[in-house]
T-cell receptor, first 114, second 113 residues
Framework: DAGVIQSPRHEVTEMGQEVTLRCKPI?????LFWYRQTMMRGLELLIY????????DSGMPEDRFSAKMPNASFSTLKIQPSEPRDSAVYFC????????????FGSGTRLTVV | GESVGLHLPTLSVQEGDNSIINCAYS??????FIWYKQESGKGPQFIID?????DKRQGQRVTVLLNKTVKHLSLQIAATQPGDSAVYFC????????????FGAGTRLAVHP
């Protein structure tokens, strides 16, 4: 298995632009998680899905952030409009969804908003 | 950009020594714990896990200890190698049906030859 695949690896965008981050979880995993990592706040859970259904989005910072999972093999995290304080590394992770086994993380997307 | 950074605690050890990384978790109801290793430019990587009905679990060169009384978790790395240099995170799973891992702040391990 290729693991959790995220794209793009790096994204530089201007303030106010829309940004879309993409994630392909491991086949067969039915839980998917979006995390944001910054020096200030560490790893923060933004939202997670189980069987493509959003379970908890309490970590989403504000309405500018939205996430979708249209099918079991794809998820997006969208920021519209983007702001410089959104600059961070965004990780996607998936897990089997049972109560055992850790998450497998992707390599992350480094977002820079200028 | 960010002008103030989070200062991670750093553990410096000599190659070949044993390392102990500690973590305090927040929720007494958490029932599953994981240690992750994150190298520069990479995502966190699973190391070892432990359930709340256990006190100790061993892997290859790593041991996790769980003290539920004081909500404390530790990771022991035997014969630390330069390749062990990374940031280590503990994560706790909030009980309740779905895996929802909450991560600690992390500890940087620096291994010196």
């Amino acid at each position: 298995d290729a693991g959790v695949i995220q794209s793009p690896r790096h994204e530089v965008t201007e303030m106010g632009q829309e940004v879309t981050l993409r994630c392909k979880p491991i086949s067969g995993h039915n839980s998917l998680f979006w995390y944001r990592q910054t020096m200030m706040r560490g790893l923060e859970l933004l939202i997670y899905f189980n069987n493509n259904v959003p379970i908890d989005d309490s970590g989403m910072p504000e309405d500018r952030f939205s996430a979708k999972m249209p099918n079991a093999s794809f998820s997006t995290l969208k920021i519209q409009p983007s702001e410089p304080r959104d600059s961070a590394v965004y990780f996607c992770a998936s897990s089997p969804g049972t109560d055992s086994g850790g998450y497998t993380f992707g390599s992350g997307t480094r977002l820079t908003v200028v | 950009g960010e002008s103030v950074g989070l200062h991670l605690p750093t553990l410096s050890v000599q190659e070949g020594d044993n390392s102990i990384i500690n973590c305090a978790y927040s929720n007494s109801a958490s029932d599953y714990f994981i240690w992750y290793k994150q190298e520069s430019g990479k995502g966190p990587q699973f190391i070892i896990d432990i359930r709340s009905n256990m006190d100790k679990r061993q892997g290859q060169r790593v041991t996790v200890l769980l003290n539920k009384t004081v909500k404390h978790l530790s990771l022991q790395i035997a014969a630390t190698q330069p390749g062990d240099s990374a940031v280590y995170f503990c994560a706790e799973n909030f009980a309740g049906g779905y895996n929802k891992l909450i991560f600690g702040a992390g500890t940087r391990l620096a291994v010196h030859p």
